[in-house]
Protein backbone atom coordinates (compact mmCIF):
# COMPACT_ATOMS: atom_id res chain seq x y z
CA UNK A 1 0.00 0.00 0.00
CA UNK A 2 1.16 3.50 -0.72
CA UNK A 3 2.46 5.67 2.11
CA UNK A 4 3.27 2.71 4.61
CA UNK A 5 6.19 4.21 6.10
CA UNK A 6 6.81 4.19 10.10
CA UNK A 7 4.89 7.12 11.28
CA UNK A 8 3.26 8.54 14.36
CA UNK A 9 -0.27 7.65 15.02
CA UNK A 10 -1.34 11.45 15.31
CA UNK A 11 -0.21 11.56 11.93
CA UNK A 12 -3.26 9.42 10.85
CA UNK A 13 -6.85 11.19 10.45
CA UNK A 14 -8.13 8.22 11.50
CA UNK A 15 -6.34 7.73 14.88
CA UNK A 16 -7.46 9.41 17.70
CA UNK A 17 -4.95 12.09 19.05
CA UNK A 18 -4.54 11.18 23.08
CA UNK A 19 -5.03 13.97 25.02
CA UNK A 20 -4.64 11.52 27.98
CA UNK A 21 -1.73 9.71 27.50
CA UNK A 22 -1.64 7.28 30.66
CA UNK A 23 2.53 6.32 31.87
CA UNK A 24 1.88 2.50 32.77
CA UNK A 25 5.18 1.66 35.04
CA UNK A 26 3.62 -1.45 36.44
CA UNK A 27 1.48 -4.46 35.06
CA UNK A 28 -1.65 -5.26 36.87
CA UNK A 29 -2.13 -9.41 37.19
CA UNK A 30 -3.74 -11.13 34.73
CA UNK A 31 -6.32 -11.76 37.62
CA UNK A 32 -6.85 -8.04 37.94
CA UNK A 33 -7.37 -7.78 34.55
CA UNK A 34 -9.88 -9.79 34.04
CA UNK A 35 -11.63 -8.58 37.00
CA UNK A 36 -12.04 -5.33 35.09
CA UNK A 37 -13.31 -6.83 32.04
CA UNK A 38 -16.13 -8.27 34.04
CA UNK A 39 -17.13 -5.23 35.19
CA UNK A 40 -17.65 -3.32 31.98
CA UNK A 41 -20.55 -5.73 30.94
CA UNK A 42 -22.54 -2.55 32.87
CA UNK A 43 -21.77 -0.73 29.89
CA UNK A 44 -24.36 0.43 27.24
CA UNK A 45 -24.77 -1.28 23.89
CA UNK A 46 -24.85 1.74 21.93
CA UNK A 47 -22.82 3.36 18.99
CA UNK A 48 -20.30 6.06 20.97
CA UNK A 49 -17.20 7.55 19.29
CA UNK A 50 -13.56 6.38 20.43
CA UNK A 51 -12.12 8.43 23.26
CA UNK A 52 -8.46 10.31 22.70
CA UNK A 53 -7.20 8.24 25.33
CA UNK A 54 -3.86 6.43 25.30
CA UNK A 55 -1.71 3.96 27.60
CA UNK A 56 2.25 3.71 26.89
CA UNK A 57 4.57 1.92 28.57
CA UNK A 58 8.51 2.24 27.89
CA UNK A 59 11.85 0.39 28.10
CA UNK A 60 9.96 -2.53 27.71
CA UNK A 61 12.98 -5.29 26.78
CA UNK A 62 13.04 -7.95 24.02
CA UNK A 63 14.04 -10.67 26.50
CA UNK A 64 15.43 -13.43 24.40
CA UNK A 65 14.13 -16.80 27.23
CA UNK A 66 10.44 -15.25 26.80
CA UNK A 67 10.85 -15.08 23.00
CA UNK A 68 12.27 -18.55 22.76
CA UNK A 69 9.19 -19.91 24.87
CA UNK A 70 6.77 -18.01 22.34
CA UNK A 71 8.81 -19.26 19.29
CA UNK A 72 8.48 -22.95 20.14
CA UNK A 73 4.95 -23.24 21.02
CA UNK A 74 3.93 -21.34 18.23
CA UNK A 75 6.97 -23.27 15.03
CA UNK A 76 9.08 -20.46 15.07
CA UNK A 77 12.68 -21.71 13.33
CA UNK A 78 15.20 -19.91 15.80
CA UNK A 79 16.74 -18.33 12.37
CA UNK A 80 13.62 -15.90 12.23
CA UNK A 81 14.77 -14.13 15.15
CA UNK A 82 12.46 -12.26 16.94
CA UNK A 83 8.74 -13.16 15.73
CA UNK A 84 6.99 -10.45 14.08
CA UNK A 85 3.79 -11.28 16.58
CA UNK A 86 6.09 -10.59 19.56
CA UNK A 87 5.16 -7.02 20.16
CA UNK A 88 1.66 -7.46 20.25
CA UNK A 89 2.35 -10.07 22.88
CA UNK A 90 4.00 -7.32 25.08
CA UNK A 91 1.27 -4.57 23.79
CA UNK A 92 -1.62 -6.93 25.08
CA UNK A 93 -2.05 -5.93 29.09
CA UNK A 94 -1.87 -1.94 27.26
CA UNK A 95 -4.76 -3.17 25.46
CA UNK A 96 -6.93 -4.38 28.11
CA UNK A 97 -6.10 -0.94 30.09
CA UNK A 98 -7.48 0.84 27.18
CA UNK A 99 -10.87 -1.69 27.02
CA UNK A 100 -11.03 -1.64 30.49
CA UNK A 101 -10.60 2.41 31.18
CA UNK A 102 -14.23 4.11 32.67
CA UNK A 103 -13.41 6.41 29.12
CA UNK A 104 -14.10 3.03 27.00
CA UNK A 105 -17.34 3.00 25.14
CA UNK A 106 -17.88 -1.04 25.26
CA UNK A 107 -18.26 -4.24 27.27
CA UNK A 108 -15.73 -6.58 26.92
CA UNK A 109 -17.86 -9.16 27.33
CA UNK A 110 -19.62 -10.10 23.45
CA UNK A 111 -16.14 -9.17 21.65
CA UNK A 112 -15.33 -10.73 18.69
CA UNK A 113 -11.74 -10.93 17.41
CA UNK A 114 -11.99 -9.86 13.33
CA UNK A 115 -8.65 -9.47 12.12
CA UNK A 116 -4.82 -8.45 12.67
CA UNK A 117 -2.48 -6.21 10.90
CA UNK A 118 1.08 -6.16 11.55
CA UNK A 119 3.45 -3.50 9.71
CA UNK A 120 7.17 -4.02 11.12
CA UNK A 121 9.60 -1.66 9.59
CA UNK A 122 13.08 -2.68 10.86
CA UNK A 123 14.89 -6.20 12.52
CA UNK A 124 13.99 -6.07 15.73
CA UNK A 125 16.64 -8.23 18.12
CA UNK A 126 17.08 -9.63 21.74
CA UNK A 127 18.20 -7.07 24.19
CA UNK A 128 16.58 -4.36 22.37
CA UNK A 129 14.21 -1.83 24.26
CA UNK A 130 11.13 -0.52 23.08
CA UNK A 131 8.68 1.94 23.67
CA UNK A 132 4.80 0.94 23.04
CA UNK A 133 1.95 2.68 22.32
CA UNK A 134 -1.47 1.63 22.53
CA UNK A 135 -4.77 3.70 21.34
CA UNK A 136 -8.15 3.76 19.63
CA UNK A 137 -8.26 3.55 16.37
CA UNK A 138 -11.54 4.11 13.10
CA UNK A 139 -14.71 2.57 13.52
CA UNK A 140 -16.79 0.44 11.39
CA UNK A 141 -20.20 -0.70 10.92
CA UNK A 142 -20.84 -3.98 10.77
CA UNK A 143 -24.31 -6.11 10.18
CA UNK A 144 -23.74 -7.64 13.90
CA UNK A 145 -22.78 -4.62 15.24
CA UNK A 146 -19.57 -2.17 16.11
CA UNK A 147 -16.13 -2.67 14.68
CA UNK A 148 -13.44 -0.90 16.36
CA UNK A 149 -9.89 -0.81 16.14
CA UNK A 150 -7.17 -1.02 19.14
CA UNK A 151 -3.67 0.34 17.59
CA UNK A 152 -0.31 -0.32 19.05
CA UNK A 153 2.75 1.61 17.92
CA UNK A 154 6.39 0.16 19.00
CA UNK A 155 9.28 2.81 18.66
CA UNK A 156 13.49 1.90 19.27
CA UNK A 157 15.24 4.69 19.69
CA UNK A 158 11.83 7.76 18.98
CA UNK A 159 11.49 5.09 15.62
CA UNK A 160 8.88 3.59 14.77
CA UNK A 161 9.62 -0.07 13.95
CA UNK A 162 6.37 -1.92 14.49
CA UNK A 163 2.48 -0.86 13.91
CA UNK A 164 0.11 -3.66 15.02
CA UNK A 165 -3.60 -2.99 14.55
CA UNK A 166 -6.26 -5.03 16.02
CA UNK A 167 -10.29 -4.87 14.80
CA UNK A 168 -12.38 -6.51 17.38
CA UNK A 169 -16.60 -6.48 17.04
CA UNK A 170 -18.95 -6.03 19.57
CA UNK A 171 -21.71 -7.29 18.98
CA UNK A 172 -25.41 -6.19 19.73
CA UNK A 173 -24.64 -2.45 19.05
CA UNK A 174 -27.43 -1.06 16.73
CA UNK A 175 -26.63 2.80 14.47
CA UNK A 176 -23.22 1.70 14.12
CA UNK A 177 -20.65 4.43 13.53
CA UNK A 178 -17.95 4.53 10.96
CA UNK A 179 -17.70 2.84 6.92
CA UNK A 180 -19.05 -0.52 6.59
CA UNK A 181 -16.26 -2.81 7.51
CA UNK A 182 -15.53 -5.16 4.35
CA UNK A 183 -12.81 -8.25 4.44
CA UNK A 184 -10.16 -7.90 2.36
CA UNK A 185 -9.42 -11.11 2.06
CA UNK A 186 -11.27 -14.15 0.09
CA UNK A 187 -11.51 -17.74 -0.69
CA UNK A 188 -8.23 -18.76 -2.84
CA UNK A 189 -9.19 -21.84 -4.71
CA UNK A 190 -5.84 -22.19 -5.82
CA UNK A 191 -4.33 -22.95 -2.23
CA UNK A 192 -3.62 -26.89 -1.34
CA UNK A 193 -3.01 -28.41 1.74
CA UNK A 194 0.61 -28.62 2.99
CA UNK A 195 0.23 -30.02 6.50
CA UNK A 196 -2.29 -30.87 9.29
CA UNK A 197 -1.54 -29.88 12.75
CA UNK A 198 -2.62 -31.11 16.32
CA UNK A 199 -4.10 -29.05 18.51
CA UNK A 200 -4.03 -30.61 22.22
CA UNK A 201 -6.17 -29.40 25.19
CA UNK A 202 -4.06 -28.36 27.17
CA UNK A 203 -2.94 -25.56 24.14
CA UNK A 204 -4.93 -22.69 25.70
CA UNK A 205 -3.43 -23.22 28.66
CA UNK A 206 0.32 -23.37 27.59
CA UNK A 207 -0.71 -19.69 25.14
CA UNK A 208 -1.80 -17.87 28.17
CA UNK A 209 1.29 -18.94 30.46
CA UNK A 210 3.01 -17.11 27.70
CA UNK A 211 0.90 -14.68 26.11
CA UNK A 212 -0.74 -13.47 29.63
CA UNK A 213 -4.43 -14.16 28.06
CA UNK A 214 -6.55 -16.09 30.27
CA UNK A 215 -9.39 -15.62 29.00
CA UNK A 216 -11.61 -18.32 30.00
CA UNK A 217 -12.61 -19.34 26.70
CA UNK A 218 -9.33 -20.53 25.96
CA UNK A 219 -8.90 -22.77 29.25
CA UNK A 220 -10.84 -25.17 30.83
CA UNK A 221 -14.11 -26.98 29.21
CA UNK A 222 -16.44 -25.81 31.87
CA UNK A 223 -15.21 -22.26 31.47
CA UNK A 224 -15.38 -22.27 28.04
CA UNK A 225 -19.12 -23.20 28.17
CA UNK A 226 -19.98 -20.58 30.93
CA UNK A 227 -18.92 -18.32 27.71
CA UNK A 228 -21.70 -20.25 24.66
CA UNK A 229 -18.10 -22.69 24.02
CA UNK A 230 -18.45 -26.19 23.33
CA UNK A 231 -14.93 -26.75 24.22
CA UNK A 232 -12.19 -24.30 24.75
CA UNK A 233 -10.84 -22.17 22.20
CA UNK A 234 -7.21 -21.27 20.82
CA UNK A 235 -6.68 -17.85 20.74
CA UNK A 236 -6.71 -16.37 17.56
CA UNK A 237 -2.94 -14.69 18.06
CA UNK A 238 -2.03 -18.00 18.40
CA UNK A 239 -3.33 -19.66 14.87
CA UNK A 240 -1.89 -16.16 13.50
CA UNK A 241 1.55 -16.70 14.87
CA UNK A 242 1.34 -20.45 13.46
CA UNK A 243 0.65 -19.95 10.28
CA UNK A 244 3.09 -17.55 9.92
CA UNK A 245 5.93 -19.22 11.29
CA UNK A 246 5.31 -21.81 8.55
CA UNK A 247 4.86 -19.29 5.69
CA UNK A 248 7.13 -16.84 6.41
CA UNK A 249 11.05 -17.14 5.06
CA UNK A 250 13.28 -18.88 7.47
CA UNK A 251 15.77 -15.99 7.45
CA UNK A 252 12.48 -13.48 7.95
CA UNK A 253 14.92 -10.47 8.66
CA UNK A 254 16.81 -10.96 5.74
CA UNK A 255 13.70 -10.53 3.62
CA UNK A 256 13.37 -7.34 5.08
CA UNK A 257 9.99 -5.53 6.46
CA UNK A 258 7.02 -7.06 5.98
CA UNK A 259 3.45 -6.23 6.09
CA UNK A 260 0.86 -8.99 7.29
CA UNK A 261 -2.50 -9.38 7.43
CA UNK A 262 -5.03 -12.08 8.98
CA UNK A 263 -8.75 -12.20 9.22
CA UNK A 264 -9.92 -14.78 11.51
CA UNK A 265 -13.05 -16.49 10.41
CA UNK A 266 -14.12 -19.78 12.95
CA UNK A 267 -12.60 -20.47 16.57
CA UNK A 268 -10.28 -23.70 16.66
CA UNK A 269 -12.34 -25.92 19.12
CA UNK A 270 -9.81 -27.65 21.29
CA UNK A 271 -8.44 -30.61 20.59
CA UNK A 272 -8.60 -31.33 17.41
CA UNK A 273 -6.50 -31.18 14.15
CA UNK A 274 -6.50 -28.74 11.81
CA UNK A 275 -4.57 -28.05 8.40
CA UNK A 276 -2.27 -25.54 6.60
CA UNK A 277 -3.18 -24.34 3.11
CA UNK A 278 -0.88 -22.26 0.58
CA UNK A 279 0.02 -22.13 -2.67
CA UNK A 280 1.45 -24.91 -4.21
CA UNK A 281 5.47 -24.55 -5.24
CA UNK A 282 6.15 -23.97 -8.98
CA UNK A 283 9.10 -26.36 -8.45
CA UNK A 284 9.31 -29.10 -5.90
CA UNK A 285 12.77 -27.90 -4.58
CA UNK A 286 12.30 -23.86 -5.00
CA UNK A 287 10.19 -22.30 -1.60
CA UNK A 288 7.75 -20.06 -3.53
CA UNK A 289 6.73 -16.57 -2.25
CA UNK A 290 3.21 -17.42 -1.69
CA UNK A 291 1.73 -14.16 0.00
CA UNK A 292 -1.64 -15.84 0.47
CA UNK A 293 -2.68 -19.07 3.02
CA UNK A 294 -5.27 -20.85 5.20
CA UNK A 295 -6.08 -22.38 8.44
CA UNK A 296 -8.64 -24.59 7.76
CA UNK A 297 -10.25 -27.64 9.75
CA UNK A 298 -9.48 -31.37 9.49
CA UNK A 299 -11.81 -31.32 6.50
CA UNK A 300 -10.44 -28.84 5.15
CA UNK A 301 -13.68 -27.42 4.33
CA UNK A 302 -14.11 -24.55 7.05
CA UNK A 303 -11.72 -22.05 7.18
CA UNK A 304 -10.23 -20.64 10.70
CA UNK A 305 -8.40 -18.06 9.69
CA UNK A 306 -7.28 -15.93 6.05
CA UNK A 307 -3.71 -14.34 5.74
CA UNK A 308 -1.53 -12.67 3.60
CA UNK A 309 2.14 -11.37 3.73
CA UNK A 310 4.20 -8.79 1.35
CA UNK A 311 7.02 -7.13 1.66
CA UNK A 312 6.68 -3.91 2.85
CA UNK A 313 7.99 -0.56 0.65
CA UNK A 314 9.44 2.71 2.17
CA UNK A 315 10.04 1.11 5.25
CA UNK A 316 13.97 2.47 4.95
CA UNK A 317 12.48 6.35 5.18
CA UNK A 318 11.58 5.68 9.49
CA UNK A 319 11.73 9.37 10.95
CA UNK A 320 11.87 10.06 14.90
CA UNK A 321 8.00 9.90 16.33
CA UNK A 322 6.99 12.99 17.77
CA UNK A 323 4.93 13.38 20.69
CA UNK A 324 1.26 13.29 20.55
CA UNK A 325 -0.06 14.00 24.17
CA UNK A 326 -1.03 17.25 25.37
CA UNK A 327 -2.00 16.13 28.30
CA UNK A 328 -0.39 12.99 30.36
CA UNK A 329 -1.39 11.04 33.75
CA UNK A 330 0.10 7.84 35.79
CA UNK A 331 -1.00 5.00 36.68
CA UNK A 332 -0.33 3.69 40.18
CA UNK A 333 2.62 1.26 40.77
CA UNK A 334 0.18 -0.87 42.42
CA UNK A 335 -3.03 -2.43 41.29
Given at each position: MPNDRPRDPSDSPNIAVATQLKQVTYLPSPLHLYLRALMTSRKPARAQ????LAFERRNVPLDGEDIARYARLCGFAQTMGVPPTWPHLLAFPLHMLLMTDRAFPFAMLGMVHLANRIRQFATLNVGDRLTLDVRCGPLSAHDKGQVFTVVTTARRDDIVVWIGESLYLRTGVRDALGAPYQAQLSADPSLTKVATWPVPADLGRQYARISGDYNPIHLWPLTAKLFGFARPIIHGMWSFARTLAAVLPEDVNASGPVDLLVEFKTPVL??????????????PHVQP?????ELRDATGTVPHLRGRWQALDGASSA???SSSSSSQTHLPDQP
Open positions: PMPPLPGDVTFWRAPPAHHAPHFKPA
